[in-house]
């Protein structure tokens, strides 16, 4: 089931301020970007790279999901590892808002999301 039409601007309101502050300066988005999507009852953020045998063709890298479980009203936090399978996040595999999921992105204590 997807996000209620309420949870999903309160999502993208929220990513769109974590985005403001994490995206890199303007003048080299065109080699580093970030971006995400929301599909379904989860939130990725991705990273925007230009491939490196065609720098005219972009390839996503992944960062971070979260997918919310209604029926617990929690998200569940991933990251993806060198297996490009999304693990749950050990330090905090359970959040109680698309904020806390977004701080502990921010946080990256364990350097998990951004290396």
Not at 10 to 22: G, H
Not at 64 to 93: C, E, G, M, S
Request: charged share 35%.
């Amino acid at each position: 089931m997807a996000l209620s039409e309420f949870e999903l601007k309160k999502c993208e309101k929220a990513v769109a301020a974590f985005m403001k502050k994490r995206r890199p300066p303007a003048h080299i988005r065109n080699e580093l970007d970030l971006g995400y999507r929301i599909k379904g009852q989860s939130i990725e953020i991705f990273e925007v790279r230009p491939m490196w045998r065609n720098p005219q063709e972009k390839i996503e890298e992944a960062v971070a999901k979260a997918t919310f479980v209604k029926t617990k009203n929690i998200w569940r936090v991933y990251w993806q590892r060198a297996d490009l399978k999304w693990h749950r996040y050990d330090p905090d595999p359970e959040v109680d808002s698309v904020e806390e999921f977004l701080a502990v992105v921010d946080k990256d204590e364990y350097a998990c999301f951004f290396g």
